[in-house]
C-alpha cells in the first residue's frame, strides 16, 4: 500500500477509524513504515464533516484512508479539497458518481478492495476518471504478494469477463478463525490452478477480469449486506425481531434513499390484533 499510495515522510495521515475496526490497521501502521505523521482524530470530529474539514486544513493534512460514507459527510460539508491532497477509499463499494466528484477535490484518488481474512487490503486502483465515465469503478489490481482468481462452483478460473467468486491467495491470508474449524474449511480452501496447488480465501463477493485487466466487484454472492464496511447479516436481524410477540416475519435490507446514506431498515408484518407501545420495538 505505500508503493501504491507514494506515501512518505513528508505526508501527515489524519487518523479517523476507530480501533475495533480492521482500516485501523493501514491508519497507523501504513504511516509508521513510511515514517509520515499521523493526527490522531476524536471521534466525535471524525463524524463530523464540517469539523472534520476544519482538522483536515489545520492540520495541514496530505492523506485520508476512509470509507464512502466518511468521505460523503466531507463533500456534504462542502469540503473543496487541497492541493497534493491524497484519498484512499475502503470498506464498500464507491458509487461512480461519487468517484468522479471525489476526484475534482483530490491530486489522486485510490480505490482498494479486501476482507479483514486478508489483512485488509488486497487490491487498489487509482481512480481514472476517463475509465470511471467509459466503464464504471473498479476494484484493481493485487497488492504486493497478493494473487486474486476470480473462480466459478467448480473452482477453476473464469475467462475474461465472465464473473465468478473472487478468490485470494498470497501472504496476507490468515490462518483461520479462533475456534472455528468448520468455517475455516468452508472458507480457506485448498485449490489446484493451472496445475500449482495453492491456499485461497473464498471471499463470498462476486467479480469479474475486465477487458481492460481490473477487476470488477458485483456484490455478493449471498445475503450479507455491508453498511460503512461493517459486513452484516441480515438473517441474525431478522430472526431478532420475530422473537418480539406480534411480529409474524420480518425482512431486512439496506436501503440508500439519499446518496451515501445506507441505512438498515426491517420491514415486519404483524400478527393481527397485535399492539405495541412506544417502546416494544
Known amino acids: 500500500m505505500q508503493r501504491r499510495s507514494a ?12 480501533l475495533s475496526f480492521d482500516m485501523a490497521v493501514p491508519d497507523l501502521l501504513l504511516p509508521l513504515a513510511a515514517g509520515a505523521e ?18 483536515l486544513q489545520d492540520e495541514r493534512i496530505t492523506f485520508l484512508q476512509a470509507t464512502p460514507g466518511m468521505w460523503q459527510l466531507l463533500v456534504d460539508a462542502q469540503w473543496p479539497g487541497a492541493p497534493g491532497f491524497r484519498g484512499w477509499m ?19 484518488l485510490w480505490n482498494g478492495y479486501g476482507p479483514t481474512e486478508t489483512t485488509v487490503y488486497s487490491t487498489a486502483w487509482r481512480v481514472d476518471p476517463a475509465a470511471v465515465a467509459a466503464r464504471g469503478v473498479a476494484i484493481g489490481l493485487p497488492v504486493d504478494n497478493t494473487e486474486i482468481w476470480i473462480l466459478d462452483e467448480a ?12 478468490c485470494i491467495a498470497g501472504d496476507g491470508l490468515a490462518h483461520g478463525y479462533i475456534e472455528r474449524p468448520e468455517l475455516t474449511a468452508e472458507r480457506f480452501v485448498n485449490v489446484r490452478i493451472l496445475g500449482h496447488a495453492k491456499t485461497v480465501y473464498r471471499s463470498g463477493d462476486r467479480g469479474r477480469w475486465r477487458n ?22 441480515p438473517g441474525e436481524i431478522e430472526a431478532r425481531c420475530v422473537e418480539v410477540p406480534g411480529v409474524s416475519r420480518a425482512v431486512v435490507v439496506a436501503r440508500e434513499d ?21 417502546d416494544a420495538l
Open 7 to 18: 506515501l512518505s515522510a513528508a505526508d501527515r495521515i489524519a487518523a479517523v477509524t476507530t
Open 38 to 55: 499521523i493526527v490522531m482524530v476524536q471521534r466525535e470530529i471524525a463524524m463530523d464533516g464540517m469539523r472534520l474539514s476544519r482538522l
Open 90 to 108: 475502503g470498506g464498500e463499494a464507491l458509487r461512480p458518481s461519487f468517484a468522479l466528484a471525489l476526484c475534482e477535490r483530490v491530486d489522486e
Open 155 to 166: 473452482l477453476q478460473p473464469c475467462p475474461i469477463g465472465v464473473p465468478g467468486e473472487i
Open 212 to 233: 481492460d485487466g481490473l477487476i470488477e466487484h458485483l456484490g455478493r454472492l449471498d445475503f450479507q449486506l455491508k453498511v460503512r464496511g461493517y459486513r452484516i447479516e
Open 258 to 278: 439519499s446518496p451515501g446514506d445506507v441505512r438498515l431498515v426491517a420491514y415486519l408484518p404483524l400478527t393481527p390484533g397485535a399492539g405495541f407501545g412506544h
